[in-house]
């Protein structure tokens, strides 16, 4: 399993994954390779630019081969203080409120865009991944649904 391959290599001689951007590491919760990166584009960055997350592994002899890979990823990510649908709050009614009402409002909009993956390997042995690029700017981003954490339902 990928688990295994990730926690258990102790060369340390090539790490096994790196990203251009953010951190990237495998997650026992999700079972997978996580990419968690703050902003994009980074301060001080174009906006289209193309980052590079590459995976490195080395399948031992014993190990079978699997006959296939997953053929897509999924990569999802949220905007705070930003509505996709240009959508604004005019005014929130609030009984009795402890603090200002600008506090309780958080507009958040979250995207899932799926992706092909593309597998390189090595010529002269095929077991090892070669680098992989993720061009961010040429997928289709697909809205999901807009989250709005408000104590109020008096919003427009």
């Known amino acids: 399993s990928l688990g295994r391959l990730m926690i ?9 994954v790196a990203a251009s951007v953010g951190i990237a590491k495998y997650e026992q919760a ?11 584009p980074k301060r001080d960055q174009g906006a289209y ?6 995976c490195k592994m080395s399948i031992p002899s014993c190990d079978p081969i699997p006959e296939k890979y997953e053929p897509i990823a999924d ?13 604004q709050i005019h005014s929130v009614v609030v009984p009795n409120p402890e603090e200002t009402p600008e506090k309780w409002i ?3 909009s979250q995207f899932t865009i799926t992706i092909d993956i593309e ?9 090892d991944f070669a680098p992989i690029e ?12 807009t989250e709005n954490s408000s104590h109020s339902d008096d919003s427009d």
């Open 119 to 127: 597998y390189a390997f090595k010529e002269e042995e095929k077991k």
């Open 75 to 87: 990569v999802e990510y949220s905007m705070s203080q930003a509505f996709f649908s240009h959508c």
């Open 106 to 108: 958080r507009p958040k």
């Open 134 to 145: 993720i061009d961010m700017k040429e997928q289709p981003i697909i809205p999901s649904e």
């Open 8 to 16: 258990h290599r102790n060369d340390g001689l090539v790490p096994l």
């Open 49 to 54: 630019e193309t980052h590079l997350f590459e």
């Open 30 to 40: 999700f079972r997978s390779i996580v990419w968690r990166f703050d902003q994009l």
